[in-house]
């Protein structure tokens, strides 16, 4: 096991060693960071000053090797537009989108699981079939339509919940988290369903697809046949054999759901990683672009490590084949 993470990790270093040339490549010449630092008033020695003290007078892979190299350390330099460092501003947006990652993903699983097996089990009823064209809505709506959507019945119809911003927050060391205030919870709900319901109607897809695959198969059967109940053949043999393709779609998704909560947090103006980016664009601020992308793809990595290892308490097929791959 050990063996196998080394060798995933030392895979992953060329990846993320490929990502940050390409991402620092795609902004190195997209707008001009100097004049937007400096307004509209200075004079070409000012401007010359700038550049030297940014080093961007130096050549393309220069600046590269300089970046890759603070990045390895965790400093990515400073923001152009904000003259901060950037690692701590995503430490600062972080917590915020992590906390709605994972409640959108919460919200993903906790409740596509059970309709996926519900309408794989009971495929005829009509609440299947209502599910199923629900479902038709979270995958055909574009995020930012779902948000308007939502903002629009439960903050100004309704007035339920806010429409903007994170709400109250506590502060725990370096990390702040609404999750411990009313109004941070009540802040966390529409963003959150946003963010989860393409996420929830796939997983309920899949599991439903793979449940109806696997009621098929002869030891499904064969259990029938050695009159097993129905509760222990549905959840102990059809559900866990369900669950490695769902493994890895959550896991990617969760990815996905990190890597492009730029639409939510920008329609919900919801102060994380996302919203930082889509600022930092707009200003040419290539340091805090760059470093995005590249924690994005760390992220990535890092949860199909994950994936293949919960591959290994899953699905013992895999263990025993590498078991005998050993003894051979």
């Excluded at 995503?90 to 059970?114: D, M, N, S």
Aim: proline fraction near 4%.
């Amino acid at each position: 096991m050990l063996a196998f993470v080394i060798s995933r990790i030392l895979q992953a270093l060329p990846v993320m060693a490929v990502v940050a040339l390409i991402s620092f490549a795609m902004f190195a010449y997209v707008g001009d960071p100097i004049s937007i630092m400096l307004g509209q008033d200075f004079t070409e020695a000012q401007r010359q000053a700038l550049v030297a003290s940014l080093g961007l007078d130096q050549p393309f892979f220069v600046q590269f090797a300089r970046f890759l190299g603070n990045a390895l350390q965790g400093e990515f330099g400073l923001s152009y537009r904000l003259s901060r460092p950037v690692a701590e501003l995503i430490a600062e947006r972080a917590p915020a989108t992590l906390e709605l990652a994972f409640c959108a993903a919460l919200v993903a699983l906790c409740i596509g699981v059970p309709m996926g097996v519900y309408t794989g089990l009971y495929r005829n009823s009509w609440l299947s079939r209502f599910l199923l064209t629900f479902s038709l809505i979270g995958v055909s709506l574009p995020t930012f339509l779902i948000g308007i959507l939502l903002i629009l019945v439960f903050s100004v119809w309704l007035g339920w919940l806010p429409s903007f911003g994170r709400g109250d927050t506590v502060q725990i060391g370096w990390w702040s988290t609404g999750l411990l205030t009313t109004s941070g919870l009540k802040a966390l709900v529409l963003p959150s369903i946003t963010l989860g319901l393409f996420q929830l109607t796939l997983i309920m897809r899949l599991v439903r697809a793979e449940m109806l695959e696997v009621l098929r198969t002869d030891y499904i059967k064969f259990a029938r046949a050695r009159g097993l109940r129905n509760r222990a053949i549905n959840f102990g043999h059809a559900l866990k054999n369900t669950l490695v393709p769902v493994i890895t779609v959550a896991g990617l998704q969760l990815g996905g759901i990190i890597a492009f909560a730029i639409v939510t947090e920008t329609v919900f103006q919801w102060p994380g990683m996302g919203l930082l980016f889509i600022q930092s664009v707009s200003s040419a601020d290539i340091p805090v672009m760059a470093a995005y992308l590249m924690l994005i793809a760390l992220v990535f990595v890092t949860i199909n490590l994950v994936v293949d290892l919960l591959y290994y308490a899953v699905d013992p097929r895999l263990r025993a084949g590498r078991s005998v791959a050993r003894g051979g």
